[in-house]
């Protein structure tokens, strides 16, 4: 008995033979359906950012650490992370080890209906901050108005 070989079955034996791959498979852990949400840590303060701590600029990041310092309450462990996450109880269970926190900061547009439990404060982009002085201003008297400073 004979086989034909198909176009596609001789096209896919050939790229096989030099090690490419037609084809890939898709992975079983489908994340596509997990959202992002990107933080930094220091002390008793967690802030939210709009993209990884790592991404931002050297005068934003020196910015942020800046305002966690001007508050005193910034001693402790130094830590930024990205969480994926599908639901509110996956938050909840990464918050929970977070409970000596005094205050949250949320800068930029973060879509996130958690509810944390602390005090928040909603803050524009790190970008804008630097660019404007009396957003700033704005930012550190919310700031001492939370904390009683």
């Known amino acids: 008995?004979?086989?034909m070989l198909t176009p596609e079955i001789k096209t896919n034996l050939i790229l096989k033979e030099i090690g490419i791959k037609r084809y890939s498979l898709r992975s079983s852990n489908n994340q596509s359906h997990k959202k992002s949400l990107h933080f930094y840590k220091k002390g008793h303060i967690l802030a939210l950012l709009d993209k990884p701590y790592e991404n931002f600029v050297r005068e934003q990041q020196d910015l942020l650490i800046a305002i966690f310092s001007s508050t005193k309450i910034d001693n402790g462990e130094e830590v930024f992370k990205t969480?994926?996450?599908?639901?509110?109880?996956d938050l909840r269970n990464e918050f929970e080890e977070m409970s000596d926190?005094?205050?949250i900061i949320i800068f930029g547009n973060i879509s996130c209906d958690f509810d944390f439990k602390n005090e928040q404060i909603i803050a524009p982009k790190l970008s804008l901050l630097l660019a404007n002085k009396d957003s700033k201003k704005e930012l550190w008297l919310q700031i001492k108005q939370k904390l009683n400073i």
């Open 1 to 3: 008995m004979l086989f």
């Open 101 to 103: 926190l005094k205050m």
């Open 83 to 89: 969480i994926r996450y599908s639901s509110n109880n």
